[in-house]
C-alpha cells in the first residue's frame, strides 16, 4: 500500500511506544498566549456583569478617583471580550495545527511527499493524508472522526481529533487517569436464535466467536485478571441486556468480538471499532449524530484500548490492517466503560474462512486480542498507580 510504504511494513505494534520525559504531562500545546486570553476573558467577566456589581463600582470608582475622568467601560469591555474570542479562536487552531503538534510533542516539523505528511520522533511515526480521515500511527491504520484539513501551507485536525484521536495516543497516562484495572467484560458476539454470519463451509459467527472468547478469557485468567463474560454457552442475550451486564459487574472494560461479513468475497482483514464522536459521521455511514452516548464520556480511553487491541491482533495474525474505525453500534453507545468491538476477519473471504477453521489460527487471534487488552491494563495500571501500603509500627 501506498502510505504504508512511506513507513515502511511491519511496524504495528502495542508496546513501548509512550511518549516519554519531554511530553509527559505536558498539554498539547502549551504557551504565554493562552495566559493573555484567560486575563482577556477575566477583564470582559468582570466589566460586563451589571453596573451594580461591587467589582464593577470599584473599578470604575479607582478610574475616576486615579485618572479625574470616567472610563468608558462598556467600551473597555467590548474590546476584552473580542480579544477574549479571537485568542480563543488562535489557541483552538494552534491546538489542531499540525506543526504546533508536531514541535510541543517532541516531533521534528513535518516532512511532505504528495498528499502525505508525516511526523517523525524518537519514539513514534504518524502519516497522516491530506483531506483523508485516514491515518498511520506507529504502521497502525487509524480512521480518524474528521478529515485533516489545509489551510495554505499549514494542516489542522479536527478538534475531537486533537483532543480524542492523537493527544491519547501521544500521552496515555493522561488519558487513562482514573480508570480501573480490575474487571475485564468479554461479549461473544450473537448467540441463540441468533447465529451471526454463516461461512460457506457452514462456520457460524456464533460458535466461533465464544471459542475464541474462551481462548482470550483463560489467556487473561492466566495473566491474573478477573474476566466475565456476557454469554458462557450458546443463548441469546439482546444488545441491551449485554450493556446492562457490563454495568451490574463493574466491568473496566468491554470487549465485544465479532467475525466479519461481505458480499465481495475479496475482502478480508481485522477492523476494530470504537465509538464515533458527537457530530461526526461513522467511518462506514454519512449519518451526522450530534448526541453525547454514554460511550461518548471516555472517548481517549476508547481509542486507546482500541489502538492496542487493534495493533495487536494485526500483529499476531498478520491479516490485513483494515483499520481503528468508528461507529454508533449499541455496545458501542450505551456501554459506560472504555469499549471496542472487534471484528477478526471476514467469514465470506475463502482464505479466511480456511485459516479459522484451523484452532491454531482461532489461537493467534486470541493472543492478539489478549495482548492489546493486556497492554491497556498496564497502560491504565502506570497511570494510576497504587498508594504505598502504610508502614505498621514495630
Ligand atoms: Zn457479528
Known sequence: MKIAGLLGAGKASFVGYENTRKAAGAPLLQGGFDVIIRIAAFIAALLAVNGKSLLYSEFVNLSQRQNGFRINSRLLAVIAMALACVGAGRTDSAERDLRRVASFNGFGPPSVSGNYISLHSSFAEMVFEEKSRKMLYNGSTIWMNDSL???????????????????PLLRPREALKGYGSMVVMLDPGHGGRDNGARSRRNILEKKATLDITRRVASRLRASGVTVRLTRSGDTYI?????????????????????????????????????????????????????????????????????????????ACTRAEDRGLKRSRFQVLRDVTCPAVLVECG?????????????PRYRDAVAEGISRGILSYLSRVRSANPQPAPEKRPN
Open 149 to 167: 484539513a489545509r489551510s495554505g501551507s499549514r494542516w489542522f485536525l479536527s478538534r475531537q481529533d486533537a483532543e480524542e484521536t492523537v493527544a
Open 346 to 358: 471476514f467469514l465470506s473471504n475463502n482464505k479466511e474462512e480456511t485459516r479459522m477453521l484451523d
Open 238 to 314: 439482546s444488545l441491551a441486556e449485554r450493556c446492562r451486564q457490563a454495568a451490574r459487574q463493574k466491568a473496566d472494560l468491554f470487549v465485544s468480538i465479532h467475525l466479519n461479513s461481505a458480499a465481495d468475497r475479496s475482502v478480508s482483514g481485522i477492523e476494530t471499532f470504537i465509538m464515533a464522536a458527537p457530530g461526526c459521521t461513522g467511518t462506514q455511514t454519512r449519518r451526522i449524530d450530534d448526541n453525547v452516548y454514554n460511550g461518548n464520556m471516555n472517548g481517549p480511553a476508547n481509542m486507546l484500548l482500541g489502538f492496542y487491541l487493534h495493533s495487536g491482533l494485526v
